[in-house]
């Protein structure tokens, strides 16, 4: 960190001091906006981070002795002891070193082999695979981001993709997909939501949560523009922003050649293991959520099952199996390098020590600007009294805007729910059928777009671990596909739906707006 960055945290907390939250005014939104300003003054995202947490901090506290209390007693400790956050310090860890075994083992190597047929067409074929094996490991957003980062990255960079475009890849197939998956992790907090919004409304509900949450999904426009712009990305190898100067810069590189291994040994000590991961990742939710039989069971019972697994034993359980395998299929390779292989995962887990500190960090900062109520200004625009039509792009602004600010897409699930759900239901019963399936997506699509692009998220940070880059490199590089994503899901979806057109219908005119925006771009600057 340079002097300017110094001497600019020292003047932003010089500001800070004397700041009072007490009053819920928009200083609740200073600790976001000052990381913002270090983060991208500094290019480094642990400073920022650490800096909203400390003025957040500052004005949650009375005195310095409540200072100290309220940051490490009150937040820090409390971080530490939660079972959800420890879980996913350790599954990101033993991934790491599971990692590392397989590409120490000369598996990912031999992965080139079979992905790849020939050398000339290798950064495409990387890439569609990224997305593919994106796809298929649905059922969870953080599970998904250190599986495909860490299994393909490494490989796919020394076949000229850079490790940003694939850290926007996994970013982009991670809680896209798990948020409009009928099984997943986050299914019953989905549910429980929506079922909170009739509660606080008093009113019973004629359908089940589970059909209203099929009912939104043809209206989740920033989840399927999302995936439709990278799909289209990869299809015409288009780059816009930062990423053309990463990829450009990349591609002087030039590909790895394709190098001849013993057949099926290295490849079956990469895919084995994999495979193990995933399955045991989908089977262990599974059981852990069923109370009773396992089988038969229906697409309902299944989604629900998966939802209320205790994902955190899973996650871990999962990791350590997975780990095993990895150890006992690349014991022989690792042995003739002559290294040991506890060895190789202590130096894939001392990789990651570095970004579980930012990670660390912004769920520090994400408690504390919960302490400060920063969403309370948020939920009062939706309070006053608006057009029933332009209610669902309302709710995906300001779901958009909170996600990003605070970096959770949970908590913006859980404040924007219960007060959209209830204001739909203040209205006729003509506006219920008309508009509570694209209200519900809309809070679903604003949660998520701060998960693709926030530096304060963990889905962002998780992400960039597990392809290896810096926070902000990735921020800098997926931010304008985000935007782009978010522009075409308000102007192409949620302002039109709030008028009765077809979610179809929408969703084919935004793909049509991509290729033509695509066509245009590419034509400017050939």
Same mark, same amino acid.
């Given at each position: ?99 590392? /075994? ?6 990912? $190597? ?17 890439? *569609? ?10 059922? @969870? ?17 020394? $076949? ?10 996994? @970013? ?25 919004? !009739? ?47 990463? $990829? ?7 590909? #790895? ?13 990469? *895919? #084995? ?56 299929? $690349? ?33 520090? /900062? ?8 920063? =969403?309370?200004?948020?939920?009062? /625009?939706?309070?006053?009294?608006? %057009? ?38 203040? !209205? %006729? ?21 701060? @998960? ?49 057109? =077809? ?10 707006? !991509? ?12």
């Amino acid at each position: 960190m340079n002097r300017v960055s110094g001497l600019l945290i020292i003047c932003l907390l010089c500001i800070s001091f004397g700041l009072d939250a007490s009053s819920k005014n928009w200083l609740s939104l200073w600790p976001s906006a000052a990381a913002l300003i270090v983060i991208f003054i500094s290019k480094k995202i642990l400073p920022g981070l650490l800096l909203g947490s400390v003025i957040g901090a500052t004005m949650l506290s009375s005195g310095f002795i409540h200072f100290f209390e309220l940051l490490f007693i009150d937040h820090l400790f409390s971080l530490i002891a939660n079972r959800w956050n420890l879980s996913i310090i350790l599954f990101t860890l033993m991934l790491g070193g599971f990692a590392e /075994l397989l590409e120490r083992g000369g598996g990912f $190597n031999a992965l080139i082999n079979r992905v790849v047929k020939r050398a000339e067409k290798a950064p495409l074929s990387m890439q *569609w695979c990224a997305f593919g094996l994106g796809m298929i490991c649905f059922f @969870d957003g953080l599970a998904n981001s250190m599986i495909v980062g860490k299994t393909l990255a490494g490989v796919a960079e020394k $076949n000229g993709v850079p490790r940003e475009k694939m850290a926007y890849i996994v @970013d982009s197939t991670s809680s896209s997909v798990a948020c409009i998956a009928l099984v997943s992790t986050w299914i019953a907090y989905q549910l429980a939501m929506i079922q909170e919004g !009739f509660t606080l409304a008093h009113v019973e509900m004629q359908t089940s949560a589970f059909s209203l949450f099929i009912y939104s999904i043809p209206y989740n426009f920033y989840c399927w523009f999302t995936l439709i712009l990278l799909g289209l990305t990869l299809l015409t190898q288009w780059n816009v922003g930062p990423m053309r100067l990463v $990829n450009n810069r990349s591609s002087k590189g030039g590909g #790895v050649p394709i190098v001849s291994f013993p057949p099926n040994t290295l490849f079956r000590a990469v *895919w #084995v293991p994999i495979l193990v991961l995933i399955l045991s990742l989908f089977i262990g939710l599974y059981i852990s959520g069923s109370e009773k039989l396992y089988w038969p069971t229906s697409l309902e019972q299944l989604s629900i099952s998966i939802g209320e697994a205790n994902t955190a034993r899973v996650l871990v359980m999962s990791a350590i199996i997975s780990l095993i395998v990895a150890c006992l299929m $690349n014991n022989k390779p690792i042995r003739q390098q002559q290294e040991q292989v506890h060895h190789v995962i202590g130096k894939g887990m001392r990789k990651i020590c570095g970004p579980i500190a930012i990670l660390f960090s912004a769920w520090l /900062l994400s408690g504390i600007l919960k302490s400060l109520e920063a =969403h309370v200004l948020l939920s009062e /625009l939706l309070s006053q009294k608006i %057009d029933i039509s332009w209610f669902p792009a309302l709710i995906f602004i300001t779901g958009a805007i909170l996600s990003f600010s605070t970096g959770t897409s949970w908590g913006t699930m859980g404040l924007l729910m219960p007060l959209a759900v209830p204001i739909v239901l203040g !209205f %006729d019963d003509i506006a219920y059928d008309l508009y509570m399936s694209p209200v519900i997506a809309a809070v679903f699509s604003g949660a998520v777009f701060g @998960d693709h692009c926030s530096p304060f998220s963990d889905t962002t940070i998780v992400a960039s671990i597990s392809c290896g880059i810096e926070p902000f490199e990735h921020v800098k590089t997926q931010l304008p596909y985000a935007l782009l994503a978010s522009g075409m899901a308000l102007f192409c979806g949620f302002i039109p739906i709030g008028f009765g057109v =077809h979610p179809g219908g929408l969703l084919f005119l935004g793909t049509g707006a !991509f290729v033509l925006l695509i066509s245009l771009h590419k034509k400017v600057f050939r």
